[in-house]
């Protein structure tokens, strides 16, 4: 997971680009959910796919709590780096 200051336009911009990924964004902008409980017409291992690319773009970040691995999105840092493209990206 880059670091605010490490975050690249391009990087999330593909991230965003995909249906799938778009779909999970909207979900978390609703708030933090557990990894596996994304409703999305995909296998566990497609959905595992599409959280690393959210993950490693910066536009989410994963928890771990107990055996549970809760992801949020980093709204904080994305505004900050991107004002106003997450708002955009969930309409």
């Not at 902008?29 to 995909?42: K, N, T």
């Not at 959905?47 to 690319?53: A, D, G, Q, T, Y």
């Amino acid at each position: 997971m880059p670091d605010r200051d490490e975050l690249e336009l391009t990087a999330v911009l593909q991230a965003l680009a995909d249906p799938v990924r778009l779909e999970i964004v909207a979900a978390l902008a609703r708030g933090e959910r557990a990894c596996g409980s994304f409703p999305l017409p995909v296998s566990d291992a497609t959905r595992s796919h599409h959280l690393k690319i959210l993950r490693a773009a910066g536009i989410t970040a994963t928890r771990l709590v107990g055996t549970q691995r809760l992801v949020s999105l980093r709204r904080d840092d994305l505004d900050a780096r991107f004002p106003g493209l997450l708002d955009l990206a969930v309409e």
